[in-house]
T-cell receptor
Framework: DTGVSQNPRHKITKRGQNVTFRCDPISEHNRLYWYRQTLGQGPEFLTY????????KSRLLSDRFSAERPKGSFSTLEIQRTEQGDSAMYLCASSLVRDRANEKLFFGSGTQLSVL | DAKTTQPPSMDCAEGRAANLPCNHS???????VYWYRQIHSQGPQYIIHGLKNNETNEMASLIITEDRKSSTLILPHATLRDTAVYYC???????????FGTGTRLTVIP
C-alpha cells in the first residue's frame, strides 16, 4: 500500500499566477476527493470523482478552480489567477466504495499553497 | 448533517486511556458517527465509525450513548504518537458529506 501521493508538497506563487496540483490515489480506489484546509480549521470539502466522473462540487469551488481525473486514476486541481485567499493546504483523499455508509477516506499529506 | 461539539483541547498522560467526548444532540437516526485524527503536517486518518452499537478496532473504541446524543472515543493506552487533532463527524452517508469542524487537540504528556 503506497498510500495517496500528492505533489508538490509546497508551492509558493505570486498573486495572479496559475498553479496545478497532482494527486495519485491508492491504485484500486474508485473515488477521489479534494479538500482544502486553512490554519486552525478542519478540512473543507471541495469536489469528488467517482472514476473519471466529477459528481459533486462545493460552493467553495469558484470558477477559478478546476479539477480533472481524466482516466479515473490520478487527478489534478488547477487554480487560475490565484488570490491571497487561496493560500491553504489542499488535501486529496481516495476511497474504495462498496457501501457508502462504511466508506473510509485515505488522505495524502497535502500540498501547501502560499500566494504572495 | 448534525452539528457536533467537541472540547477544543485535552491532555492525557502517556500510557493512560484517552477519552475524547463528542456531543451530537441533533443527530438523526440514519447518521453515523465518524472519527478521524490529524497528526501535525499530515492528512487526516480514519479511526472508527458507528451507528448505534459500540465499536472497537485495533486503534480505538467508540462508545455511543443509548439516545445517540453523544459519544466517546477511547484510546486505551495513549502514546506520544497519539498527539493529534481528533475530529468527530456526524454524517448520513458518503465522505462528501463529512464536515470536520475544528476538533479536539489531544496532547499526550510523557
Amino acid at each position: 500500500d503506497t498510500g495517496v501521493s500528492q505533489n508538490p508538497r509546497h508551492k509558493i506563487t505570486k498573486r495572479g499566477q496559475n498553479v496545478t496540483f497532482r494527486c495519485d490515489p491508492i491504485s484500486e480506489h474508485n473515488r477521489l476527493y479534494w479538500y482544502r484546509q486553512t490554519l486552525g480549521q478542519g478540512p473543507e470539502f471541495l469536489t469528488y470523482f467517482q472514476n473519471e466522473a466529477q459528481l459533486e462540487k462545493s460552493r467553495l469551488l469558484s470558477d477559478r478552480f478546476s479539477a480533472e481525473r481524466p482516466k479515473g486514476s490520478f487527478s489534478t486541481l488547477e487554480i487560475q489567477r490565484t488570490e491571497q485567499g487561496d493560500s491553504a493546504m489542499y488535501l486529496c483523499a481516495s476511497s474504495l466504495v462498496r457501501d457508502r455508509a462504511n466508506e473510509k477516506l485515505f488522505f495524502g499529506s497535502g500540498t501547501q499553497l502560499s500566494v504572495l | 448533517d448534525a452539528k457536533t461539539t467537541q472540547p477544543p483541547s485535552m491532555d492525557c498522560a502517556e500510557g493512560r486511556a484517552a477519552n475524547l467526548p463528542c456531543n451530537h444532540s441533533t443527530i438523526s437516526g440514519n447518521e453515523y458517527v465518524y472519527w478521524y485524527r490529524q497528526i501535525h503536517s499530515q492528512g487526516p486518518q480514519y479511526i472508527i465509525h458507528g451507528l448505534k452499537n459500540n465499536e472497537t478496532n485495533e486503534m480505538a473504541s467508540l462508545i455511543i450513548t443509548e439516545d445517540r446524543k453523544s459519544s466517546t472515543l477511547i484510546l486505551p493506552h495513549a502514546t506520544l504518537r497519539d498527539t493529534a487533532v481528533y475530529y468527530c463527524i456526524a454524517s448520513k452517508t458518503g465522505a462528501n458529506n463529512l464536515f470536520f469542524g475544528t476538533g479536539t487537540r489531544l496532547t499526550v504528556i510523557p
